[in-house]
């Protein structure tokens, strides 16, 4: 088992920054790929961003691609996920998510592990 604690959410302004964290637990962090997606009300959970086990391997969804960074420290055993340049249309619970596979999944069914989800919101 794997328990993942995201953080960093809040209330931002169009333009500005935040960066999510997301704390694991449980099972060798470093064996698995991990990602964050986010759902906004009356939309389907899509992938924002997704790393590899080591961090050489990233993935971008078009929409955030040059606004956000995803990383990953596996001596902390923690994903992160910086965002600038934020606009009001990235308003949604984001969620950190982990799966239990060397290589890399975008399909959110691929996933394992869930954290709870943090809210980010971007007034314009």
């Known amino acids: 088992q794997v328990q993942l604690v995201e953080s960093g959410g809040g209330l931002v302004q169009a333009g500005g920054s935040l960066r999510l964290s997301c704390a694991a637990s449980?099972?060798?962090?470093?064996?698995?790929?991990m990602a964050w997606f986010r759902q906004a009300p009356g939309k389907e959970r899509e992938i924002v961003a997704a790393?590899?086990?080591?961090?050489?391997?990233?993935y971008y969804a078009d929409s955030v691609k040059g606004r956000f960074t995803i990383s990953r420290d596996n001596a902390k055993s923690t994903v992160y996920l910086q965002m600038n340049s934020l606009k009001p249309e990235d308003t949604a619970n984001y969620y950190c998510?982990?799966?239990?596979?060397?290589?890399?999944?975008?399909?959110?069914?691929?996933?394992?592990?869930w954290g709870q989800g943090t809210q980010v919101t971007v007034s314009s």
């Open positions: 998510a982990a799966d239990d596979f060397l290589g890399m999944d975008l399909s959110a069914y691929k996933y394992d592990y």
């Open positions: 449980g099972r060798t962090f470093s064996r698995y790929c």
């Open positions: 790393i590899d086990w080591n961090g050489i391997r990233t």
